[in-house]
């Protein structure tokens, strides 16, 4: 289904709301297609999700360990 730029702009929630339930929109403006606007499949939602997950490990390995002393539970959760 064709939608205008402005047409999806004004009614973006609403647009929203169709795709969730499977509904495909090509985004028009001037009269040509400049987008698509598509439901994400769970298959990808689980890809995006570990790719995520691996750039956050990966960027919490890349940094340095940072030795700052011992404490105990009772200092960790002292609240004076």
């Known amino acids: 289904m064709d939608i ?7 009614d973006f929630p609403k647009l929203l709301d169709a795709v969730r339930q499977g ?3 090509t985004v028009t403006s001037d009269g040509r297609p400049v987008a698509r ?3 994400v ?3 990808q939602s689980k890809v995006e999700d570990k790719a ?3 750039a956050l490990l990966a960027r919490i390995k890349s940094q340095p360990v940072r030795h700052i002393g011992s ?3 009772d200092e960790l ?3 004076e």
């Open 71 to 73: 404490w105990t539970r």
């Open 4 to 10: 205008t730029a402005a047409d999806a702009d004004r």
């Open 52 to 54: 995520a997950l691996d």
């Open 23 to 25: 509904q495909t929109y």
């Open 37 to 39: 606007i598509v439901p």
């Open 41 to 43: 499949t769970a298959e």
């Open 77 to 79: 959760y002292d609240r």
